[in-house]
């Protein structure tokens, strides 16, 4: 069966719901893992609560902003420098917390005049910040104060401060995507719109769903400005407040984690007509497909093309070195929930390797529905993975490597794997050219670590251990150090000597391969082409000239026969219909033979196109994200708009822009239609008919899999 039950989780069978192995030839309206739903009792989760979502996720990222925590000082400690954030203003955001630091007294009398007090304090210490986020946890919102009016009567009172309330306690959902869910719909509803930005360029952007890891924000912030494209909000990377006010004003959203911040460029879309354009900014291929997408949207691909241009020759011949070296290694991804989606086809595309085993944490469905259509055959996919759980995947694939985050990966440590954080990042930007080549290049410190190896080995095994007869002076380290090193050296050596010995075993079967097939084919090829090329040369321009030459007799030929033919018709056709009935009952028959063959031939020309039309659909859900939006009207809408701009393209039609939403449909068309030519060569040797016929076929497909059929319960709810 596809959804798994691993022996760890025997006394709680439905768990089973929750984890799915990929086999071949099914998709996701067959199977679907359970998720956002409750974590069940008895499984040790590692989610985070609704409030850390909001807090640490989104709000807190913010450069300029005093993030106010009402209830206990834990709450605040626990989301506070626990993520690699930086800014450019001294990294204000990490320096500091707030909390209104809630005792037992308060939450027995109330702590509304507590947080008064906080607020005015917190304003009072940073005289230069007037803008604050108040969050409440779980103790205050238990207790039913009302934070609300508190802002209000701080913003009278202080008069040029602006507070932005977030009601999420912990326990207000399953995980912490609530907390995602809660901010941007209410940063949607009380502020965008409250604030007018200072346009600087013709094109402008919102960034949304990118919170600067250990500078993500700088990488993508140093393309735009390259092409000329201001970014008017950071949603919330590097962001400050009052930017974050003005988002209506943008073009375009470019949409990175759409998992924790879709909502708002849902909404931004509906109330504003603002397009969404979803991209991969993390791996090489994909940092190339995102700027020609946003290049093509603003009609700038030339400046596009340059900054990848420039990119690709910095940092192209790098990520070939470590793809050397990590093609072949199995990796799994244990994570929030959009790295699942992000990363899978960028390391198995760009660096070789496998994805074999992958978790989310507070995914939803519809980031399992993105994942498994771009993941292989037999990979393990997990909602809300426990510990025990991990350590049986462990077993079952036996990976080279783990992207998670510390906790989990304190844990897969202890095993002797390598792990590198796919939260925090280690050594980070993970974004665009430079990020994908400073990610392979974590992945490859942590397999190859010699330390790994040492970790997993007991040198004292069969050993007599030095003594350091009480003199202290360390020489039975140095003694055992050597020892050490020159256990390595051992291993190093023996491995590099069955490296080399098998190339020297392969290379010589490799050539002799070559050589036999080389003196078949090349002679086949001289005797053919000498002969196809001077014919086709020499009648080309003898038939292009006589057509010419031709067309115009025949055309006043034509003028001058019509009026004598004319009358001649009427005096005929009373003669000719008898005929017609003598003969139609000697036609009919051959008609009757022929019809056979025909329905075979159009059957045979179906077929033909679904084929082709499941080859583009299989790449689409791999490579494509527009097909996966929040929601079914979503879905349609860029399905059709996409597609029908794709045959557009391909069909040599005019394309007509007179909207940003039909340009958002343009900018995904385009490089999917690239895409296709240089991926399927039978699709340049078709008729446009047929190409059309295709991507009708296409668009069937897609409906069929990702709204009629979905497994996807959120797909119609109207709150996302």
Same mark, same amino acid.
């Given at each position: 069966?596809?959804?798994?039950?691993?022996?760890?989780?025997?006394?709680?069978?439905?768990?089973?719901?929750? +984890?799915?192995?990929?086999?071949?030839?099914?998709?996701?309206?067959?199977?679907?893992?359970?998720?956002?739903?409750?974590?069940?009792?008895?499984?040790?989760?590692?989610?985070?609560?609704?409030?850390?979502?909001?807090?640490?996720?989104?709000?807190? !990222?913010?450069?300029?902003?005093?993030?106010? +925590?009402?209830?206990?000082?834990?709450?605040?400690?626990?989301?506070?420098?626990?993520?690699?954030?930086?800014?450019?203003?001294?990294?204000?955001?990490?320096?500091?917390?707030?909390?209104?630091?809630?005792?037992?007294?308060?939450?027995?009398?109330?702590?509304?005049?507590?947080?008064?007090?906080?607020?005015?304090?917190?304003?009072?210490?940073?005289?230069?910040?007037?803008?604050?986020?108040?969050?409440?946890?779980?103790?205050?919102?238990?207790?039913?104060?009302?934070?609300?009016?508190?802002?209000?009567?701080?913003?009278?009172?202080?008069?040029?401060?602006?507070?932005?309330?977030?009601?999420?306690?912990?326990?207000?959902?399953?995980?912490?995507?609530?907390?995602?869910?809660?901010?941007?719909?209410?940063?949607?509803?009380?502020?965008?719109?409250?604030?007018?930005?200072?346009?600087?360029?013709?094109?402008?952007?919102?960034?949304?769903?990118?919170?600067?890891?250990?500078?993500?924000?700088?990488?993508?912030? &140093?393309?735009?400005?390259?092409?000329?494209?201001?970014?008017?909000?950071?949603?919330?990377?590097?962001?400050?407040?009052?930017?974050?006010?003005?988002?209506?004003?943008?073009?375009?959203?470019?949409?990175?984690?759409?998992?924790?911040?879709?909502?708002?460029?849902?909404?931004?879309?509906?109330?504003?007509?603002?397009?969404?354009?979803?991209?991969?900014?993390?791996?090489?291929?994909?940092?190339?497909?995102?700027?020609?997408?946003?290049?093509?949207?603003?009609?700038?691909?030339?400046?596009?093309?340059?900054?990848?241009?420039?990119?690709?020759?910095?940092?192209?011949?790098?990520?070939?070195?470590?793809?050397?070296?990590?093609?072949?290694?199995?990796?799994?991804?244990?994570?929030?929930?959009?790295?699942?989606?992000?990363?899978?086809?960028?390391?198995?595309?760009?660096?070789?390797?496998?994805?074999?085993?992958?978790?989310?944490?507070?995914?939803?469905? @519809?980031?399992? @529905?993105?994942?498994?259509?771009?993941?292989?055959?037999?990979?393990?996919?997990?909602?809300?993975?426990?510990?025990? @759980?991990?350590?049986?995947?462990?077993?079952?694939?036996?990976? #080279?490597? !783990?992207?998670?985050?510390?906790?989990?990966?304190?844990?897969?440590?202890?095993?002797?794997?390598?792990?590198?954080?796919?939260?925090?990042?280690?050594?980070?930007?993970?974004?665009?050219?430079?990020?994908?080549?400073?990610?392979?290049? #974590?992945?490859?410190?942590?397999?190859?670590?010699?330390?790994?190896?040492?970790?997993?080995?007991?040198?004292? #095994?069969?050993? &007599?251990?030095?003594?350091?007869?009480?003199?202290?002076?360390?020489?039975?380290?140095?003694?055992?150090?050597?020892?050490?090193?020159?256990?390595?050296?051992?291993?190093?050596?023996?491995?590099?000597?069955?490296?080399?010995?098998?190339?020297?075993?392969?290379?010589?079967?490799?050539?002799?391969?070559?050589?036999?097939?080389?003196?078949? !084919?090349?002679?086949?090829?001289?005797?053919?082409?000498?002969?196809?090329?001077?014919?086709?040369?020499?009648?080309?321009?003898?038939?292009?000239?006589?057509?010419?030459?031709?067309?115009?007799?025949?055309?006043?030929?034509?003028?001058?026969?019509?009026?004598?033919?004319?009358?001649?018709?009427?005096?005929?056709?009373?003669?000719?219909?008898?005929?017609?009935?003598?003969?139609?009952?000697?036609?009919?028959?051959?008609?009757?033979?022929?019809?056979?063959?025909?329905?075979?031939?159009?059957?045979?020309?179906?077929?033909?196109?679904?084929?082709?039309?499941?080859?583009?659909?299989?790449?689409?859900?791999?490579?494509?994200?527009?097909?996966?939006?929040?929601?079914?009207?979503?879905?349609?809408?860029?399905?059709?708009?996409?597609?029908?701009?794709?045959?557009? +393209?391909?069909?040599?039609?005019?394309?007509?822009?007179?909207?940003?939403?039909?340009?958002?449909?343009?900018?995904?068309?385009?490089?999917?239609?690239?895409?296709?030519?240089?991926?399927?060569?039978?699709?340049?040797?078709?008729?446009?008919?047929?190409?059309?016929?295709?991507?009708?076929?296409?668009?069937?497909?897609?409906?069929?899999?990702?709204?009629?059929?979905?497994?996807?319960?959120?797909?119609?709810?109207?709150?996302?």
């Amino acid at each position: 069966m596809p959804m798994k039950l691993f022996k760890c989780d025997e006394t709680i069978p439905e768990r089973e719901k929750h +984890i799915y192995i990929k086999e071949k030839g099914e998709d996701t309206t067959q199977f679907l893992p359970s998720a956002h739903v409750e974590t069940i009792p008895g499984s040790l989760s590692e989610r985070g609560c609704s409030y850390c979502g909001a807090k640490l996720v989104i709000g807190g !990222v913010l450069k300029d902003t005093i993030q106010l +925590i009402h209830g206990p000082v834990g709450c605040a400690y626990d989301t506070w420098h626990t993520k690699r954030y930086p800014s450019d203003n001294g990294n204000f955001q990490l320096k500091y917390v707030w909390s209104s630091d809630m005792k037992e007294q308060h939450v027995v009398f109330g702590g509304e005049k507590l947080l008064k007090k906080a607020m005015l304090e917190a304003f009072a210490e940073f005289p230069d910040i007037k803008r604050m986020m108040v969050y409440t946890t779980c103790s205050t919102a238990l207790i039913g104060d009302d934070i609300k009016p508190v802002v209000k009567e701080v913003e009278k009172e202080l008069g040029d401060v602006d507070i932005f309330t977030v009601e999420c306690p912990g326990f207000a959902g399953v995980s912490q995507s609530k907390g995602h869910h809660v901010f941007n719909m209410g940063w949607m509803t009380d502020k965008v719109g409250t604030y007018e930005p200072e346009i600087t360029s013709p094109y402008t952007i919102n960034v949304i769903g990118d919170y600067n890891i250990q500078g993500d924000t700088f990488v993508m912030e &140093k393309y735009m400005e390259k092409m000329g494209i201001q970014i008017i909000a950071h949603f919330t990377g590097n962001g400050t407040y009052d930017s974050l006010r003005g988002m209506h004003r943008a073009q375009l959203n470019v949409t990175n984690c759409a998992r924790s911040a879709g909502y708002i460029a849902n909404e931004l879309k509906k109330k504003y007509g603002i397009p969404r354009i979803d991209v991969d900014t993390w791996g090489f291929d994909y940092a190339k497909e995102g700027l020609r997408k946003i290049g093509a949207f603003f009609g700038i691909e030339d400046k596009a093309e340059a900054v990848i241009a420039e990119e690709v020759a910095k940092y192209e011949s790098k990520l070939e070195w470590y793809k050397e070296r990590l093609t072949g290694k199995k990796v799994c991804i244990w994570t929030g929930g959009p790295r699942l989606w992000h990363w899978t086809k960028a390391l198995e595309d760009d660096l070789g390797m496998h994805v074999v085993a992958m978790s989310s944490k507070f995914g939803h469905q @519809e980031d399992f @529905e993105k994942v498994i259509a771009r993941g292989e055959e037999g990979t393990i996919y997990i909602d809300d993975g426990n510990e025990l @759980e991990f350590f049986e995947v462990l077993e079952m694939v036996k990976p #080279d490597l !783990v992207l998670t985050g510390p906790r989990v990966g304190a844990l897969v440590k202890k095993l002797h794997l390598p792990y590198v954080n796919g939260h925090g990042y280690h050594n980070g930007p993970y974004m665009g050219f430079e990020g994908a080549v400073n990610m392979a290049r #974590d992945m490859y410190n942590a397999i190859y670590s010699p330390l790994m190896k040492l970790a997993n080995l007991d040198i004292r #095994d069969g050993q &007599k251990l030095p003594s350091t007869n009480g003199n202290g002076n360390g020489k039975a380290t140095k003694e055992l150090s050597e020892e050490v090193v020159s256990l390595i050296q051992q291993q190093v050596k023996e491995a590099t000597s069955e490296v080399k010995q098998l190339v020297k075993e392969v290379a010589p079967q490799v050539q002799k391969q070559a050589k036999e097939v080389a003196p078949q !084919v090349q002679p086949q090829a001289k005797e053919v082409a000498p002969q196809v090329q001077p014919q086709a040369k020499e009648v080309a321009p003898q038939i292009q000239a006589q057509a010419k030459e031709v067309a115009p007799q025949v055309q006043v030929q034509a003028k001058e026969v019509a009026p004598q033919v004319q009358p001649q018709a009427k005096e005929v056709a009373p003669q000719v219909q008898p005929q017609a009935k003598e003969v139609a009952p000697q036609v009919q028959p051959q008609a009757k033979e022929a019809a056979p063959q025909v329905q075979v031939q159009a059957k045979e020309i179906a077929s033909y196109i679904q084929e082709r039309a499941a080859e583009v659909t299989k790449l689409i859900q791999e490579r494509c994200l527009w097909q996966f939006h929040s929601r079914a009207w979503d879905r349609e809408e860029n399905i059709n708009g996409v597609l029908n701009m794709a045959a557009q +393209i391909l069909t040599g039609e005019k394309v007509v822009l007179e909207t940003l939403i039909e340009r958002g449909f343009y900018a995904d068309a385009k490089i999917l239609s690239a895409d296709l030519e240089i991926r399927f060569a039978w699709l340049n040797s078709m008729e446009n008919s047929q190409k059309k016929a295709v991507l009708e076929a296409v668009k069937a497909m897609l409906i069929d899999i990702v709204i009629t059929k979905s497994k996807n319960g959120e797909l119609h709810y109207s709150l996302y």
